[in-house]
């Protein structure tokens, strides 16, 4: 099989050809028409003023007048041509070739041509002068007629050898050739450094997508050395290489995340059923085992369900269905639902919101499960008895929702990773033990989706959540 750079070497190759093939016919073609048609004018004439001037004699004979054997012989020698003048018979009386002794004199034109001559007034043809000359001529034929009476005196012959007009063909053709030939060398050459740079960008975007095919996403594409447009392919392949290299990163970070958490909560399950069943767990203690047992479950559960909430929010086939809705019943309906749980931390909560209805238009399901992941996070990592704020504000067309505890300080460095899935700022993980770490995670997912920012600060043991709405009337 022909690769890229055969395929286009023979085509830029053919092409080049071809357009040279049809410039040379056509140049050789219209220069030869043209070179004829100038040669008909130059002879025609020539054989009109030689005629002119012999005219004016009272007749022909092989001692013409001097003066004017002499202005024939000096135009014929100018204009490159041979003149013969003969008699009404078809003797040549007269010769221009300058000879003391020329062989032409006295020689007879060809009856045929003589009476095409006298049919047609004039003769225009290529071919050899019978008798006369050897070589292959244009000749223009005219009668020669006397200027009073107009009888026939004789004729005048022009002729040029066709060898000078091919010698001068043959030039031109040779030069054109040979220019042919260097444009021809320089484009092949040309063509093959280019298509060579270009082809060996290709041969690594072949040998980059190969080592994909292989699971190694490590491979990368130098667009230096290639044209513009595959220089633009490659950059947009590396590009995509690092997106794949990205997404290769975060899926192993993901299944080994998802592997430590199922596995916690299943080797406890595993390790209490298997004492209380082989006995090493006395029957009175079955009882407490088995809610801790219980916890485990439901905490995979919670698990199990984040999961699909995510899967399904990120669903290319799932359109978000906005309504117009207020947020503040929505912050104070979830906020009740956490009553028991406040009341336990004796959490002193402050609202501050608007007297009005603040309405927005977005999903009302996805942000009350935002409002409650919110709570849910700000609640668990409350000290006890702090304050714990929830604020509503507006401005610039946004609804400004914030919720704030008093605990442990993120650290800066740790600021950034908090929605990611499955971080935990307690890297121990002991300390939240029925979280699952995708809580700020889907609350990042369902804003996303809105097209809406959450920000997160963290100072002085005061951590601040704050998310936008867009505002509706």
Known sequence: ?????????????????????????????????????AEKSALSTNASAVAAFVSAQSELSDAMDWELQLAVGYGANVSDTEVLICDTGGATVFCSC?????????KNLDTMLLQ??????????????????????YLYALPVRSAGEGSLMGYVVVSTATKDMSDMMNRIVGMFLVTALIVLAVAVVATVLLTRRQTETLRELSRAAKQFAHGDFSARINPDGAGDEVAELATAFNNMADSLDRSETLRQEFISNISH????????????????LDGTIPAEKHAYYMQTVSDEVKRLSRLVRSMLDISRMKSTGQALQK?????????GRTLLTFEQKIDEKHLDVQVDIPDRAVWVLANEDSITQVIYNLIDNGVKFAEQGSPFRLTVATTGGKALVSVANTGPTIPPEELPLVFDRFHKSDKSRSQDKTGVGLG???????????????TVTSRDGVTTFTFTLTLTK
């Open 1 to 37: 099989m022909r690769s890229t750079f055969q395929r286009q070497l023979m085509l830029t190759v053919g092409m080049i050809l071809l357009s040279f093939v049809v410039l040379g016919c056509s140049f050789t073609s219209l220069f030869y028409n043209y070179m004829l048609r």
């Open 98 to 106: 300058g000879e003391f002794y020329c062989d032409h004199v006295g």
């Open 116 to 137: 095409k001559i006298s049919d047609d007034g004039y003769v225009y043809a290529t071919g050899v002068l019978t008798g006369i000359y050897e070589d292959e001529r």
């Open 261 to 276: 958490e199922l596995k916690t909560p299943m080797t406890t399950i595993a390790g209490f059923m298997d004492g209380m």
């Open 323 to 331: 309504t117009r809705f207020d947020v503040t019943e929505t912050l």
């Open 440 to 454: 700020l995670y889907i609350v990042k997912t369902i804003l996303g989706s809105h097209g809406e920012d959450i």
